[in-house]
């Protein structure tokens, strides 16, 4: 049987709290990512748009560990072609559901935005979200994948379609800043 994203969307919201201790610990899965590192970032200027333009922002990001562990805040400062960005990324594991929620704000909007909820399994965390994007109703999918020592891949889609189809609109690389 064959899922749709969107039902495999559904299944992880859903399954928040209904996981037993069979389940794997999570609760280091971010533990890669303590510390500070140089950031790339690609965004797609007008998402959901047709627009195939892309824009480019080089910066840093500091990852700091909270409550040994089950927490992390994020703190992404960029800049590029189309600005200054400044993220911060409050990630809270539940010890009860074994999954994370990533909860973005941006420093223009000073509020946090509708947490991606999710795991990793087999070294890639899928992270996801129902949404409304310019007055659509849009699910949202936050992959990390490639995580080596010295560097990780981090990348959004939005799917207007419940899934069918996946467009890309963030890419960015940390790369490990060494002593």
């Known amino acids: 049987m064959k899922l749709t994203a969107s039902a495999v969307v ?14 794997p610990d999570g609760q280091h ?6 510390g500070n590192w140089k950031t790339h970032v690609s ?8 627009s195939t333009t892309w824009v480019e922002y080089d910066g840093t990001t500091v990852v700091s560990k909270v409550w040994n562990g089950r927490a992390n805040l994020v703190e992404l400062e960029v800049d590029g072609t ?18 994370w929620s990533l909860n973005v704000a941006s420093s223009r909007g000073g ?17 996801f979200d129902r949404e409304t994007f310019n007055g659509r109703n849009i699910l ?17 889609a ?6 069918k189809t996946w467009e890309v ?4 690389t940390d790369t490990r800043v060494t002593k």
Do not use: C, M
Not at 158 to 163: E, K, R, Y
């Open 82 to 99: 189309a600005g200054h960005l400044e993220l911060l990324s409050l990630r809270l594991y539940n010890p009860e559901s074994h999954q």
């Open 111 to 127: 509020e946090l935005g509708i947490p991606t909820i999710g795991a990793f399994k087999n070294g890639r965390g899928e992270f």
């Open 169 to 172: 609109n963030w890419r960015a």
């Open 43 to 50: 965004r797609l200027q007008q998402p959901l748009s047709g």
């Open 158 to 163: 939005f799917s207007a379609d419940d899934g």
């Open 10 to 23: 559904l299944a992880v919201l859903a399954s928040a709290g209904n996981v037993r201790a069979a389940t």
């Open 29 to 34: 899965d971010f533990d890669f990512h303590i």
């Open 140 to 156: 949202v999918r936050f992959t990390i994948y490639d995580i080596k020592a010295s560097s990780v891949e981090f990348e959004q």
